[in-house]
């Protein structure tokens, strides 16, 4: 069975959450338009989604092997080469991924970097969109793409889980 990658990303074209929905066992996004209610299956959804990304970071290939390969301490010809060819290969590692799904932290934390997944009731992507306007600079810093080259001491790593609702805040 797959395992929806993009719930609680994902709305309809009258923005609206689609909720998932299993329907003979199979997950569904529930869109609603003008009323009705309609099931998608959220592999369809999902892989379209992933291949837009894909298709996004394949404009940037050569930027995001530079930037890996310094993380990684790889920067010679032949690790950026075995690089590139993992990052043009990214769909091969869909099936494992709709098996596994994302860990919920991964879900949240694209629901807090503002990934909004637009879906008409056939399920076609109408829209993809990231609401921050910027990229936070803690986030450039981590890839090298912006501020200072070392993170400060008291803070080796700049991403933060997102912090637990209070007793207040849970409804």
Same mark, same amino acid.
């Given at each position: ?9 994902? @709305?309809? *074209? ?7 929905? @299993? ?5 569904? @996004? ?8 309609? @099931? ?9 989604? +992933?291949?837009?990304?894909r298709d996004q970071? +394949? ?6 092997? $530079? ?10 010809? %032949? ?10 290969? %990214?769909?091969? #590692?869909? $099936? ?6 994302? =860990?919920?932290?991964?879900? #949240?934390?694209?629901?807090?970097? !503002? ?13 993809? +969109? ?12 981590? %890839?090298?793409?912006? !501020?200072? *080259? ?7 790593? =700049? %991403?933060r889980p997102p912090p637990s ?7």
């Amino acid at each position: 069975m797959t395992k929806p990658i993009f719930d609680g990303v994902v @709305y309809d *074209e009258e923005g609206h959450l689609c909720p998932v929905r @299993y329907l003979d066992g199979e997950p569904h @996004y529930e869109v609603q338009d003008q009323g009705l209610r309609f @099931y998608v299956p959220t592999e369809t959804v999902d892989r379209r989604v +992933l291949g837009l990304m894909r298709d996004q970071l +394949l404009e940037h290939e050569d930027a995001i092997t $530079d930037v890996l390969a310094r993380l990684l301490g790889q920067e010679d010809p %032949f690790s950026r080469a075995a690089l590139r060819t993992q990052l043009r290969n %990214f769909d091969r #590692q869909w $099936d494992a991924l709709f098996e596994q799904g994302l =860990p919920p932290l991964a879900k #949240q934390w694209l629901a807090q970097a !503002g990934l909004r997944v637009v879906i008409n009731f056939r399920g076609e992507v109408v829209e993809l +969109l990231h609401e921050g306007e910027e990229m936070p600079e803690d986030f450039l810093r981590a %890839f090298g793409l912006g !501020g200072p *080259e070392e993170p400060p001491n008291d803070e080796p790593w =700049p %991403f933060r889980p997102p912090p637990s609702p209070g007793p207040d805040e849970m409804s």
